[in-house]
């Protein structure tokens, strides 16, 4: 079954240090996969995407996600936190099967950094 | 300014009052979806629209109803509303469906009691 997963509910971490928020997926063929963010009472906003090439991939605000195929992963980082990075963040990968080829969304997590 | 524009953000309804959730957005998008946020279940897609009169379900589409226009509009029906549909709605854009960096609106929290 195709699937994503944000292992951690909640990350903490202090500001200026580096932050990893986690997710790893099972996607049958070459996976699509995206990082959104979600600040309080704010839809959702696109930060990266990983389609092809380089497995490390640079989005938004500073963010950068890498992809590593052996443990099918696509972990967000940052090398150093600010408080306004404080919010929500999801991971979907694109469903390689069907017509839709909806994206499958990862439950959160929610980031707070701390000053 | 490019956008995805909902309304209302806020609704509280009685169980089966008809009620819509508007959905607006300004980028000549082709590919319009509707999803429900809620905690512990994540997003899960209920309707989406490829283009023009063209709609499809999503994982979740029992209770609601969607419409497809005019490209810019894509409106969330629900007919008879249950206390089930509580829920946090997003409406998303995007060039066409193979263009994944979705556009999504501010959200509409709906409470049927």
């Known amino acids: 079954a195709q699937s994503v997963a944000q292992p951690e509910d909640q990350v903490n971490v202090a500001e200026g240090n580096p932050l990893t928020v986690k997710c790893t997926y099972s996607v049958s063929g070459n996976p699509y996969l995206f990082w959104y963010v979600q600040y309080p009472n704010r839809g959702l906003q696109f930060l990266l995407k990983y389609i092809t090439g380089d497995n490390l991939v640079k989005g938004s605000y500073g963010f950068e996600a890498e992809f590593n195929k052996s443990q099918t992963s696509f972990h967000l980082k940052k090398p150093s936190a600010l408080v306004s990075d404080s919010a929500l963040y999801f991971c979907?990968?694109?469903?390689?099967?069907?017509?839709?080829?909806?994206?499958?969304w990862g439950l959160g997590t929610s980031l707070a950094v701390n000053p | 300014e490019a956008q995805v524009t909902q309304n209302p953000r806020y609704l509280i309804t009685v169980t089966g009052k008809k009620l819509t959730v508007t959905c607006s957005q300004n980028?000549?998008?082709?590919?319009m979806s509707w999803y429900r946020q809620d905690p512990g279940l994540g997003l899960r897609q209920i309707y989406y629209s490829m283009n023009v009169e063209v709609i499809d379900k999503g994982d979740v589409p029992e209770g609601y109803k969607v419409s497809r226009k005019e490209k810019r509009n894509f409106p969330l029906i629900l007919e008879s509303p249950s206390p089930n549909q509580t829920s946090l709605y997003f409406c998303?854009?995007?060039?066409?469906?193979?263009?994944?960096?979705?556009?999504f609106g501010s959200g509409t929290r709906l409470t049927v009691v």
């Open positions: 979907a990968v694109r469903e390689s099967t069907g017509n839709n080829r909806k994206l499958i």
């Open positions: 980028m000549n998008h082709e590919y």
């Open positions: 998303a854009s995007s060039f066409n469906r193979e263009n994944y960096g979705y556009t």
